[in-house]
């Protein structure tokens, strides 16, 4: 089990976990690497699939799994992430699936020295991304300090808009919610400072949670599992300052 941290994605290659039911803050590819997968969601009774691009903020869970899975989380204003989220061949009830590069990724994932930028790119494809230098000035200043407090008002002041103005703008450019893309920064500090040898207390007071317990309950909410069961797999963490937001 692998995991890649960068401040623009998250990487994960392992098992499928037997993940609970969640909503994840930002999208993610998702690939099974040995086997279809069936995933169950808010609208969606079951799809089974190969690849199946899971939206933020939808709550569903991934059942019939075997093997390995590949998990691409992408940052909604990276330029990573606006060459991700487009070219799925098929639509079911706006659930996407059925990546068009789905065998390169499967085989890119399953060689021995595994290339984490090769990746990426075929997980890639052009689409519209962050536009409003706003909304990207907002997301940059909450990603350099996940840990102080997060208003929406004093983003919006900051902005120079209204409060729904702000809210709706950031959701509809990022595809996420302006807490929820809090929640993500937070998780990236959390990763930091546990690859750092920090225990989840310290982790959880570094990225501005209220306790351990309030990370643990939003690290379920958001991937299925406690942090704690997630360390007791003892996963490689492999932490990448490179490529920032982009």
């Known amino acids: 089990m692998r995991l890649w941290v960068r401040l623009g994605h998250v990487v994960y290659l392992g098992p499928s976990l037997g993940l609970g039911p969640h909503s994840t ?3 993610c590819l998702g690939v099974g690497l040995d086997a279809p997968f069936t995933v169950r969601a ?3 009774p079951g799809l089974t699939a190969r690849s199946f691009l899971f939206r933020a903020r939808v709550r569903h869970e991934v059942r019939d799994t075997a093997g390995r899975m590949l998990f691409c989380f992408f940052d909604p204003t990276s330029a990573r992430m606006a060459r991700c989220l487009g070219g799925m061949r098929r639509d079911t009830g706006g659930f996407r699936s059925d990546h068009h590069r789905e065998a390169d990724l ?5 060689r021995d020295e595994l290339d984490v930028e090769r990746l990426l790119a075929a997980a890639s494809i052009p689409v519209p991304h962050v536009r409003d230098p706003r909304i990207v000035r907002a997301a940059a ?3 350099d300090d996940p840990a102080r407090p997060q208003r929406a008002e004093a983003a919006a002041r900051e902005a120079g808009l209204s409060r729904s103005h702000f809210l709706r703008t950031f959701a509809d450019q990022t595809g996420t919610s302006f807490r929820r893309y809090v929640q993500w920064a937070r998780m ?8 750092d040898g920090h225990d989840f207390t310290r982790a ?5 949670f209220a306790s351990p317990s309030h990370l643990s309950d939003t690290f379920r909410g958001m991937f299925g599992l406690t942090p704690t069961a997630l360390a007791a797999l003892d996963p490689e963490l492999l932490l990448d300052g490179a490529g920032g937001a982009g």
């Open 25 to 27: 803050a930002v999208a």
């Open 106 to 110: 499967i085989d890119l994932a399953t």
């Open 188 to 195: 990236l500090r959390v990763a930091a400072a546990f690859a």
């Open 141 to 143: 200043r909450i990603r």
């Open 204 to 208: 959880a007071a570094d990225a501005g």
């Open 42 to 44: 808010d609208g969606l």
